[in-house]
């Protein structure tokens, strides 16, 4: 600014304008709201309708609005206002050309037309504005306007407007450079690698990286010399003060450097880096830019490379199995030393060479597993082209396959085929792994058909060749399954040949066998056109089994044709023989659902179809009395009683009150000679059926009470339960028997207690009430076993003459998860304790489900949780263990 005196409008524009220059909201961040400042505080000064600023477009072509202030405010609608060049060329060719353009008359205006013609649209009566310069050129404009009355633009103002264009120049400035420095710090900030800037040897600036891979803060990195962050010595044992000089002193020369450096982190860790160095002339002074990159994971993984090539060569030339690689094409790069031994060539023969086809059999051989040898060689189609196309289907994966060797001759081996792929997914080539598999074969093989043989001895009948019983049923188990699925019947038939235990006798074994092996044969054939397959169980005892029958009446009519195929004369070594034979049938589901239980039934049906001369029979429930088997038991169940050889169990009961054993239930056993200890639910339903229940009743209640008479003289006062089945309480003399078994052993009644089940009273209520309370009547306790599992009602419970109930185990079971079971056995205790009767839970198995019953105040408790059904010397040994341990507050329930 010249000297000289300023008017007042001078002055106060001046201090406007000094005001902006020092306002650090122009100098900041946000360019828009500087920009805006400047155009508010330049209409106030002039008292301006509005005042905008203008800038060029990136092509530096047409005006672009980029602030406006108007009637006493900021405008925000000026984004899209533009002033193009083509449309005004004489205004812009004036803007150039003047500093300051001053339109005080817009009405009167002839010069620029388009551009007069503009401002009277926005009712705009006078202009001034400015050119804003950047090196000359005109690269922006600020404006003031008027709008009714007319202004005239006076010279003060005209000076004010071109100091506001000057600083407008510096303020594009700025906010360019700004802009420019912050992009450059971001890309800075942003680069993956670590860089930093030096002035002499001391880092001036640094982005994060740098800052990440030293694990520091900015503070602790700046102005320190370099030298701090190296290693005491570099890879190649030098120490880095020594080479200092020689490594970077080509960088202080001003030349690009990049080396190899060991850095080490303010921790002590030190690591390898790749430094880029790279001389930078920053206002005439020398910097360097440094780019450290961390190649720690590079050396590891190089080194691992290099491992790895070293274990592959390894493998590679130790393998037993070929390793034969191709290119797309089919030439052979790769050839490896087990390639050479198992196909006769070398590798410099084969490589480089389109060969592949020479090592393959021409066809695939298929062969499975359970196949024998001779089904090798079968072959399928073609050869390699085929498998590759396969190969790129992606369907093969490792198959057999037949290899030749240079000398014609071929082998068979497992090979699998890989696609080799470059990153795009086009095949670059092939990998062919074969391992030689002669010897698996061989070996597998011999294997199979020793295992057939093994199979076939174990399934089949020597003399016959059929399938024996061990078969029949694997095979009846299937079929039964099948015939479940498909609710379907079949039917299973036992058959015994009439009078072949006189021809053998009397013909000798060999004719025996003769007649077995024709009869066989026979049946076979007749049988094969009915779906029925034949087996022999042994002796002269054949079964049938029919997987497919209409009805029983189909069924009856194969039977009665194998009895007439049988009749058939037979001939043999010049002897005609004529014989018959029984048959049994059983039918799924009928008879039952398991291989056995029909062959049971046909068994029993046989045997009656036998006894009756019948030839063929339908098993039915009543034949069952007299079936062989069950009548062998039976026999040796009597002698079991009678021999002793049944033994009691003894399961002990615990009050909860007392904590205390004071009781046990006696539980029957039969020690058989071979079949070993039988569970009672096996021959109780047995001697229930028969007379035995009542000797076997008298037996367990004989038994029960001497020892219980034992205790008592040792000082063991436990009520011992019996079990009595419905007819036991039929007879007429038990009560009689009861009395006189106490009184022989001298105790007293309660001693013992009787389990009947709510059945008992079934068959003949009146009869086993009036038994019960015989009994009853001499002192000798009741209770109703397996409550909850018969039909109870309260009517029969009041009839009787109990005082115990033992609730069933199978409610006992799932107390605690199925809540049905719970409200079950919750309701029987309220109705026991109703009726004044204890109550026994059997079958506790666990604590939790004891403290439950504890907490619904059940009176005793039995089941494995304390003791399994025990012998007597063991169960002794129990009582007196549990005795000594057991702690009473523990057993006694919460009192209510
Ligand atoms: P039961 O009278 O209900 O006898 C209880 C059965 O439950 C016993 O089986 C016993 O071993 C078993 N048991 C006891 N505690 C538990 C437990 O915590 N968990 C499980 N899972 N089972 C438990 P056992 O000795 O095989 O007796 C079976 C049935 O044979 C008896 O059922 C009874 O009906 C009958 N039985 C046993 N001895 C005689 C007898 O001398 N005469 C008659 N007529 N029947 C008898
Ligand atoms: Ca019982
Ligand atoms: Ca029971």
Redesign the pocket.
Known sequence: MPHRLLSDTAANLHSVYIALLKDSRLWGDDYASGLQLITQKCSEALAAARCSVWCLNEAGVDLCCQALFENGQAADLFHDQLLKRADHPDYFACLDHDRVLVVDKVAAEDRFSSFIEYCKALSISSVMEAGVRTEGEVTGIIRWEERGAERIWNADEQAFACSIADLLTQFFAFHKLRETEERYRKIFEAAGEALAVLRGNRIVDCNKATLEMFRTRREDLMNVPLRSFWAETQPDGRKSRDIESLIFSPARHGRPQHLVWRHKRLDGVEFDTEVGITPLLLRGRLHHIVCLHDITHRQRAERQIRELNTLQQAIFDGANYSIVATDEKGVIHTFNRAAERMLGYSGREVIGKSTPARFHAENELRRRAHEATEELARPIQSGFDTLIARVLEGAVDEREWTYVRKDGSSFPVLLSVTALRNNLGDVTGYLCIASDITERIRANAELLHSKREIERNANHDLLTGLPNRSRLHDVARAAIRNAQERGQKLALMLLDLDRFKEVNDTLGHAVGDQLLKQVAQRLQALLISYGAYLYRLGGDEFAILVTRIQDKDATMRLATTVKASLRQPIQIEGITLELGGSIGVALFPDHGDSSHGLLRCADVAMYKAKQQSSGALFYEPQFDFHSPRRLTLLAELGAAIRNNDLI??Y?PRVDLASGRCIGC?????WQHPTLGLI???EF?PLA?SSDL?QP??IW?LETAMAQARIWETNGLNLIVS????AR?LMENAFPQCIEQTLAAHGLPAERLEI?I?ESTLISDPERTLMVIHRINNLGVRFAI??FGTGYSSLAYLKRLPIQTL?I??SFI?DLLSDDQDAMIVRSTLDLAHNFGLSVVA????DEATLQELKRLRCEQI????FS??LPVAEFEQWLEAFSSTVTLPDLVPPLH
């Open positions: 009691l169990h399961q239930e006696a539980l029957v056993r569970p009672p639910n109780i229930e229940i076997l009743g367990v019996i079990n009595l089945s036991n389990e089940t076993d397996d033992k069933d185990r079971r059997e079958g506790v198995e039995q089941g494995f949780l399994k059904p």
